[in-house]
């Protein structure tokens, strides 16, 4: 589909953040192999978002923090 910009594809443009909709995707990654590439500011409530996915049972296989003023960490596997 083609757009002109000037029509939204949405009528609502309020965005949620997958943080407000843990419901919705939680669940789908219990058991599941997961990677994660974020930074220190990535939290559901008052959680990071690997703890959070680890306490649902998440597989957590590797796990890379990026920060966006110092140079990279490596990544390092959970175990």
Do not use: C, W
């Amino acid at each position: 589909m083609l757009s002109s910009g000037t029509e939204s594809p949405r009528a609502n443009p309020e965005v949620t953040v997958g943080a407000a909709r843990t419901d919705k995707y939680v669940p789908l990654l219990s058991g599941q192999r997961v990677a994660v590439v974020t930074n220190h500011s990535a939290r559901i409530g008052n959680s990071h978002l690997v703890d959070s996915l680890v306490a649902h049972k998440a597989d957590v296989q590797e796990f890379s923090r990026r920060s966006m003023v110092s140079e990279a960490m490596p990544t390092r596997a959970l175990t």
